[in-house]
């Protein structure tokens, strides 16, 4: 069975200052899809960046880039020069196609990250 | 285009009565997926709806159901409800063919 592994429940940051999220996960298939979401205080889950496994180039978005490392099945989220807009519940998911047309996600259960003024 | 749009924000209710959630995708979207989130469990997915076809499930009682209507709108519900039902119940719509799952603002739901 898929699963998906965020083992920092709660980091915060200075402003300004870059911080890392880690993610791990486990599954044999070969072809899959890893996301980061935003989910802020005020509860609307938001899409922070996508990464398509058979892609050997890291996603990068603006001020948030990942480290993909297929090997070791790790997937983390780089944010730069952190903003207090940053604070969040940052969860990690996996996803893969079922049957033809459908996919299963799995979430991590989140890192909630708070930047500090 | 609007988001998707989920109602109500609020709900309490009592052990034993019933719930309705629903939730309106993107325009375009036709799948659409709804999970349970607790701080303990993290996100727990319920079921998929695609063209008002329950195509996914996950593992929870019979007491959870849904359902989508022509529209793409969709419905779900909990019978004779539990404290641990207490949760925040999230949609997301999808494109056709597309991979990305988009969330609603979610129903926060109060059972006591």
């Known amino acids: 069975a898929q699963t998906v592994t965020q083992s920092q429940p709660e980091m915060s940051v200075q402003e300004a200052e870059t911080v890392t999220l880690s993610c791990t996960y486990d599954?044999?298939?070969?072809?899959?899809?890893l996301f980061w979401y935003k989910q802020p205080p005020s509860r609307q889950m938001i899409l922070v960046i996508r990464?398509?496994?058979?892609?050997?180039q890291n996603a990068t978005e603006n001020r948030f880039s990942v480290n993909f490392q297929k090997a070791a099945k790790s997937f983390s989220l780089k944010i730069s020069d952190s903003q207090l807009g940053d604070t969040a519940m940052y969860f990690c998911?996996?996803?893969?196609?079922?049957?033809?047309?459908?996919?299963?996600?799995?979430f991590g259960t989140g890192t909630r990250l708070k930047v500090l003024a | 285009k609007a988001g998707v749009t989920q109602t109500p924000r609020y709900l309490i209710k009592t052990r034993g009565q019933q719930v309705t959630l629903s939730c309106s995708p993107i325009?375009?979207?036709?799948?659409v997926s709804w999970y349970q989130q607790t701080p303990g469990q993290g996100l727990q997915f319920l079921f998929e709806y695609f063209s008002e076809t329950q195509r996914n499930k996950g593992n929870f009682p019979g007491r959870f159901s849904g359902r989508q209507f022509s529209n793409s709108r969709s419905e779900m519900n909990v019978s004779t409800l539990e404290l641990g039902d207490s949760a925040l119940y999230l949609c997301?719509?999808?494109?056709?063919?597309?991979?990305?799952?988009?969330f609603g603002p979610g129903t926060r739901l109060t059972v006591l």
């Open positions: 325009s375009g979207h036709r799948s």
């Open positions: 599954t044999s298939e070969n072809n899959y899809y």
């Open positions: 998911a996996f996803m893969t196609r079922v049957t033809s047309g459908t996919y299963k996600y799995i």
């Open positions: 990464q398509e496994a058979y892609k050997q």
């Open positions: 997301a719509s999808s494109p056709v063919g597309g991979d990305t799952q988009y």
